[in-house]
Nanobody
Framework: QVQLVESGGGLVQPGGSLRLSCAAS????????TAWFRQAPGKAREGVSC????????LYADSVKGRFTISRDNAKNTVYLQMNSLKPDDTAVYYC????????WGQGTQVTVSS
């Protein structure tokens, strides 16, 4: 059964860093595209970053370019999102998604950036 599980969220001060993980089971993450989305309270879901299935081509939302880095560890079947220089506007539930038309989703991990 296909499953994605996010971890690594928490409370961090502005300017701090977090590393999110998305562990995949039921399929190999290097065979499908994987992305990170986020949704803040009262706001629409927003795409954050995406990594291609084989050549590690990456895309980033303008709001996170230069601060966030997406990467993959094929041996662990896990995709990461390294988040640096965090801002209060980054506060959201972060989800990973994979597959054609983003068919598979995790349950999300909360990231809160606050003093």
């Amino acid at each position: 059964q296909v499953q994605l599980v996010e971890s690594g969220g928490g409370l961090v001060q502005p300017g701090g860093s977090l590393r999110l993980s998305c562990a995949a089971s039921g399929f190999s993450s290097d065979r499908v595209a994987t992305a990170w989305f986020r949704q803040a309270p009262g706001k629409a879901r927003e795409g954050v970053s995406c990594i291609s299935r084989r050549d590690d081509t990456t895309l980033y939302a303008d709001s996170v370019k230069g601060r966030f880095t997406i990467s993959r560890d094929n041996a662990k079947n896990t995709v990461y999102l390294q988040m640096n220089s965090l801002k209060p506007d980054d506060t959201a539930v972060y989800y990973c998604a994979a597959g054609s038309n983003w068919a598979y989703w995790g349950q999300g991990t909360q990231v809160t950036v606050s003093s």
